[in-house]
């Protein structure tokens, strides 16, 4: 089985891209679904989350309302948050990895909004980074109910940066045209990855990704 990891900065289009696979076949586990799932049903995560940071529980679960006023007011406590968190959503993943595995699956996709960031991408065959123009980017986020410009460059400075992502990436899916461009891309990664020729969408490390920085 050929392990994939996902992933792309905040507006590029991930989660579309996820689906996308998912409509092909390809087995999908979720980062951020997982971590609801832990935060409302994993006791020792809500036990070490009420120790570090207080009063965060609402009707028994981690209630992100609370832990987002916290981390606002201390940046630096993302640092413990994701100490705590990544252990138990890695724990998840190889938990999930195996089922499929033991399932027969081909292919199986790991959507991880902090890839590079937390180092997972170690633990994958190939990854697959989304990317998008700048300003496509930009459009997309603040067009999003709440979202200011401070908050979207807050949220930037804490991802790697998507030059670098598609420099350090297997395949780069450009989700800027349309939705089906994007799943013609889809569709090439997995043909190469299921008959061993590679597809013309394939970034080819530093040589055929745009440079957008």
Known sequence: MIRLGLTGSIGMGKS??????????????????TVHRLYATFEPLKAALTEAFGDVLTEGAVD????????????EKYKTLNALVHPATV?????????????????ALSDIP???????????DKVIVVTAPAEVQAARVLARPGMTEVKFHEILSRQTPDAEKR???????????????????????????????????????????????
Do not use: C, Y
Not at 64 to 75: F, N, V, Y
């Open 16 to 33: 579309t891209i996820a689906k996308m696979f998912a409509d092909e076949g390809v087995p999908v586990w979720d980062a951020d679904e």
């Open 64 to 75: 992100r309302t609370k832990l987002s006023a916290i981390l606002r007011t201390d940046p």
């Open 91 to 107: 724990d998840d993943r190889h938990d999930w990895l195996a089922q499929q595995s033991a399932a027969g699956a081909k292919l």
């Open 114 to 124: 902090l890839l590079f960031e937390t180092g997972a991408d170690k633990a994958f």
């Open 167 to 213: 420099t350090r990436a297997d395949f780069v899916i450009d989700t800027s045209l349309n939705l089906e461009a994007s799943r013609q891309q889809v569709r090439a990664i997995i043909d190469s990855l299921t008959s061993g020729q590679k597809p013309q969408s394939d970034s080819q490390r530093d040589h055929d990704a745009p440079d957008r920085s």
